[in-house]
């Protein structure tokens, strides 16, 4: 009987690892748009994200092979939480971390624009590693450069597109098997967001590994807030 549960819950285990190679292992919806905070700007961040992925795409036994089974099919949850200050009006830095462990560290500049402009550009780096690896199945990290672009059609609503390049060199181990990626990752988030102190958001994101696999058939869907301290 002990055996028995320590091999369910060392499947738990390794499926909580191998579920969050892509959508834990990075912060796959950023939630921001071409503005920065402002001087002594400051927020806390909040999101969930939903989708599905293939796992025969990545965690294929044979690596020759392009086989793509439906039954490989995974439901995906991550739960986000951070925070954000500004360094100064163009400028601002923030962490995130989430469920699967992944810890992030963000850094965020103005280029185009203005906090009143109908159009914002800012030019976003991040880098994070998985935590969560320390103590079990997965380890990895991760690098990203992003461009962030809104067009501010109200001073209540905006629409943004934010196409995003990741370097993520991240693998895992389990009682049945392995698997290990290090390579690119290029996608973009999509979406709309609400309000002029507090905002809410609904971002659609997705992202295609350097192979000739998608990494998601369809959509990341994400439902976020950036909750403004000051």
């Known amino acids: 009987m ?5 091999i369910r819950l060392l499947n738990l285990l390794f499926f909580i690892g191998s579920t969050s190679i892509f959508v834990g292992c990075i912060s796959v919806s950023p939630h921001q748009t ?4 402002g001087e002594k700007g400051a927020v806390l961040h909040g999101s969930y994200n939903f989708g599905m992925v293939n796992e025969g ?3 294929r036994g044979d690596k020759g092979s392009t086989e793509i089974r439906d039954d490989d099919n995974t439901t995906l949850h991550l739960i986000e939480v951070g925070a954000q200050a500004a360094l100064n009006e163009n400028i ?3 962490f995130r971390m989430n469920n699967s462990g992944h810890f992030t560290g963000t850094l965020k500049g103005q280029i185009l624009g203005n906090k009143s402009s109908l ?9 994070g590693f998985n935590a969560f690896g320390i ?8 690098v990203a450069f992003s461009s962030f672009n809104s067009l501010h059609v109200t001073d209540y609503l905006a629409i943004g597109f934010s196409p995003r390049y990741i370097f993520v060199d991240v693998s895992g181990y389990g009682p049945f098997k392995s698997w290990s990626y290090s390579g690119s990752m290029l996608g973009y988030s999509a979406g709309l967001y609400a309000g002029r102190k507090h905002i809410f958001s609904l971002e659609f994101s997705q992202y295609a590994l ?3 696999y998608r990494a998601y058939h369809s959509p990341i869907i994400s439902l976020g807030v950036n909750f403004r301290l000051q």
């Open 34 to 37: 071409g503005r920065t905070l």
């Open 92 to 94: 601002d830095i923030g």
């Open 135 to 142: 103590v079990s199945v997965m380890a990895g990290f991760h």
């Open 2 to 6: 002990a055996k028995l549960k320590k």
């Open 119 to 127: 159009f914002a550009s800012s030019m976003g780096t991040e880098a």
């Open 210 to 212: 350097d192979m000739p």
């Open 57 to 59: 795409q990545v965690f």
